[in-house]
């Protein structure tokens, strides 16, 4: 804007739009009533110049009656006067002596209202001002009354789609009045508007804009369905101060138009939708010295209002980001443009649905270029057009119209549509000020308490012992819960395997806190394996060392469970250790996360108290937990994060599924899965007989289903995801699990958390945040292999279907039930575990072996038979293959479909036992079976003495894999048997490692 001489009555504004244009010349600003005058300094980019408008003086009233009266009779072309001026100006003057107010008649209250929206400085719809349709409502007393009046307005200006602008003007605020009086008050800034409600962890559901409206509005008693959409009650305050709050009619609630891309269904899906009229009612109409507080006026949407503004804008809905990834946009950076895109295309789809739904809209562009018609006409009729540059040019392609490059001028004429204050004044919101001094202070003190409280920290050692990178993620939480408060370090235990490392350990460390694992038959996991012989070895020394320990473990294995960490917690105190906390317990098949979080969260709170200055607990209260969008991760690189370097992850794909029961049950199965093997690995064995196979498991989709109905605020389908976690209100966020970032909800759902084993807690409307926060997360499973290394590049497992009671309930197995209903084709993520201590082939294949097994036990075992046919075909001598196998069934015996092919080069017999079947169902043919009883695998070896005692002494070797129970009986009779021919122990063979045994259940 150029102003020139100040002394200058008029003001050019210039259409930089085009070369050389004429600038137009505005002189109506002189009418205004800002007190400094439009060459004020500029204020053109403040939201509110003040907070509300209120009562006006007795001098401002009769000022603007005088120049309401001057201009509705000099404007013959809008206003049908039903008398003189001077009789009207007489008439008013006496009403005003009498009672202190005057009453407008219908036309001047019309006139009014139109004339204020053609005043409106921030309105770029107002081309259309003189078919504002004008409703008298001042007769409407109570708040039933008004609600009704407002209801039969909405109604009239929707018009079935065709939009027909309407105001209801509702009784006037008088001067003899309480001056705090509102007035009558819609508290609704919109009739038609979406409710906020804020959640415990600072996130909000739905507008943020409403959300002191939507408390307010349930302090009153009403009861929402949580949502993003959820249209708000009428809060109304009649003018006698009583609130009233009412829902809006089922036809009105209709008025909704849902958002859909004509392109894009990753707009179309996201559930989009916008209420269809904008009908403003927060605003007072004031007009000749008097105050409508209550006035409705609905008109129709411009569409980047909606899109841009309502959907995009941060302090709204926020949508920018989320839409951007949905799109499959660069979202990293700016430079790409997507922001431009998303708005785009948002605007385009918030314009393709009004359009289909048959809504009146203007295009931002259209639109721009009435305004720029009505403002030029305006200024020739008129002699200038107030009107704020902000707020006039759209907020999208800005340039691309005519009013981004005009000069306007922002002042305000009467009648005018004025802000008021909102419901946080009137219904008493307190605010306290504190004084810049006294804060300066308390920050200071702050500063000078934490400097020497930083000197004076005490070293915490977080130490941990992982398989499958678990103790990994749990020593990562402690460290952040404890680091705000002490010095911490993390460290694998295997820079605690020399004594030089673990003396340096000692001295520099104040507590020294082991998470550790336990693998297979209470075994180390493979990371700790040298700590552990050298810890049985007793070869350290931790003399004066704070110590204590939280131990994972199954109770599926319950006679080793957690043995790793107890022998720990047993070790260092024998070895000088300082027992400081009780050994925690994590159990996988219960919420193993949640235990941990309260031992480590009681033991931090044991060391505020003991070694910070003046102790004073840190961690109370319930864990919050927010969804925040981050950057895409495929599902392999998650899980091979979380495996760390020691398993590479595969994709495996299901190339064939085979029932090996006859019973018309799927008990046991056989998949044969493939994987493609990187050049580099040519030649290398990726795995042996006997070793596993890691699979990380689903869940199925009906339990998902059902459990997604259940959450509340559940974030937009396709879009990356980070689950964040904050441990206490005053303590910050912090990511969940850095290895599950960037994974879409449907990627959460199906491979991240155990839905089998559902926390005991309320699932309705809770949360989808908090509920994937509190449940437990889903753990890989490790099947033994039941082939060998082939050309194909496959790989056979032998599955049961796993029962078992969880909460009174029969629940199948996550992993069993997930390779049950897999289909051909379908990619499984998995890796091949290589660790000591399984169970291994004797190197000289001609050595006999005795095989004990009972279900899917057998799965090992035929990898070994396998290997040994591989041997035997290409020339080398194979011993003689023992089988006990148990199972319940005659049905469920799979040995002669297995085995078939490998009998015809394998010497191979058979002993067989079914707990629930008589033995002459059996009707086995192509195997050598010397035995069929009614019982269990072990039953069978006490009738085999000669076999086994003939096989020991021929140095051979025998292995027992299945149930814990069932390979313990096994070992016992084996032990009897021995002892009884004499021909060797069970301490012996094992030692020599002649005796090897897996267990599993």
Known sequence: MRTGDTTKKNIELYDYSKAGSIPSTDSLFGESRDKDGPLAPCQASKMLLHPGRGPLSETEAITQMKQFFKSYYADTDNSNPEKAKEDRLEEVMAMIEA???????????????????????????????????????????????????????????????????????????????????????VWNGVLLSFAGFMKENGDIIGDPKNVSLTNLAMSFGWEPKVGNFVLLPIVITDANEKTEIFELPADIKAYTVNISHPTEPGITNLGLKWYAIPSVSSMMLEAGGVQYTCTQIAGYFQDTEISVMNLLGESRYNLMEPI???????????????????????????????????????????????????????????????????????????????NFHHEMLRYTLSPSYEYQSGPEDYFNKTITKVKFYALTRTIM?????????????????????????????????????????????????????????????????????????????????????????????????????????????????????????????????????????????????????????????????????????????SVEGKRLYRWRYCSAKSLSKSFQEAQGDAHKVYEFSLEKKTNLTTDGTDKYMLLTLSYKREPEMNGTELFLPGQHIGIFPKNISSRKDQVLKELSDVPFEGIPLSLEEKIAVHEPWRV???????????????????????????????????????????????????????????????????????????????????????????????????????????????????????????????????????????????????????????????????????????????????????????????????????????????????????????????????GGKVVAAVQGRLEKILQDRGCSTMQKLIASGRYQEEKFG
Not at 843 to 863: K, Q, Y
Request: hydrophobic content about 35%.
């Open 445 to 617: 003190c702050f500063i000078n308490m934490m400097r020497k409280s930083i000197k004076k920290r005490k070293r915490i050692t977080f130490v941990y012992a992982t398989e499958g990178n678990t103790a990994f993620t749990y020593a990562k939480t402690a460290e952040s819960l404890f680091v705000k408060a002490f010095y911490v370090s993390v460290l694998p235990i295997t820079e605690l395997t020399e004594k030089d490392e673990l003396k340096k350990c000692i001295s520099d460390t104040d507590l020294c806190v082991f998470i550790a694992s336990t693998f297979g038959e209470g075994g180390p996991p493979s990371m700790a394996e040298e700590f552990n012989k050298k810890l049985r070895d007793k070869l350290y020394d931790f003399g004066g060392l704070k110590y204590t320990v939280f131990a994972l473990g199954s109770t599926q294995y319950a006679k080793t469970f957690a043995r790793f960490g107890k022998l720990i917690d047993s070790e260092v105190e024998a070895a000088g250790g300082i027992r400081y906390e009780k050994i925690g317990f994590g159990n996988d098949q219960s919420n193993q996360k949640a235990e941990f979080e309260t031992w480590i969260e009681g033991l931090y709170n044991r060391c505020c108290d003991e070694f910070l200055p003046g102790g004073g607990r």
């Open 324 to 402: 951007g990834r949905k799109l499959k946009l660069d979202v990293s950076k700016n430079s790409t443009y997507w922001k431009c895109t998303v708005a785009t295309e948002l605007t385009r789809a918030v314009y393709h649905s009004f359009q289909l739904a048959g809504v009146t809209m203007d295009d931002h562009i259209s639109l721009s270029d009435k305004f720029n018609s009505f403002m030029k006409e305006e200024i020739r009729t008129r002699g200038g057009c107030p009107a704020d540059w902000l707020w006039i040019v759209p907020p999208l392609s800005s340039g691309l119209t005519p």
């Open 736 to 962: 969940w699990d850095n290895n599950r970032s960037g994974l879409t909800l449907t990627e959460w759902f199906d491979n991240i958390v155990d839905l089998n084993r559902l926390p005991n807690i309320q699932r309705k409307g809770l949360d989808s945040a908090t509920f994937f926060g509190k449940t437990p997360a889903i753990k890989r499973r490790l099947y033994s292999i039941a082939s060998c290394q082939n050309k194909n590049n496959t790989v056979d497992i032998l599955i049961a279907m796993h029962e078992f009671q969880l909460n009174g309930k029969t629940l199948t197995g996550l992993a069993s039930n997930f390779l049950r209903h897999a289909t051909p084709g379908e990619k499984i993520l998995g890796y091949f575990s290589k660790t000591n201590g399984q169970m291994v082939l004797p190197p000289d294949p001609s050595i006999p072996i005795i095989l004990v097994s009972s279900g899917s036990g057998f799965a090992p075992f035929m990898s070994f038979i396998k290997a040994r046919e591989q041997a035997s075909r290409s020339g080398k001598k194979a011993g003689r293959i023992y089988i006990f196998h148990g199972v319940r069934y005659v049905e469920w015996d799979f040995l002669e479909q297995l085995l078939k092919k490998a009998s015809r080069v394998l010497e191979i017999t058979t002993f067989r036992a079914y707990s629930r079947s008589y033995p002459h169902e059996f009707r086995g043919n192509c195997l050598e079976t010397r035995a069929v009883i009614i019982g269990y695998v072990q039953d069978l070896l006490g009738g085999q003495e000669d076999v086994v005692a003939g096989v020991c002494r021929e140095g051979g070797y025998i292995y027992a894999c299945g």
């Open 99 to 185: 009672e202190g107010d005057y009453k407008h008649t219908y036309d001047e209250l019309s006139w009014s209202a139109k004339t204020a929206w053609r005043n409106a400085p921030r309105c770029v719809g107002r081309h259309i001002w003189r078919t504002l349709r004008v409703v008298d409502a001042r007769d409407c007393l109570s708040c039933r009354e008004i609600f009704d009046a407002i209801c039969k307005s909405l109604r009239l200006a929707f018009n079935d789609g065709l939009i027909q602008p309407h105001a209801a003007v509702f009784g006037q605020r008088h001067r003899n009045s309480k001056q705090k009086s509102p007035g009558i008050r």
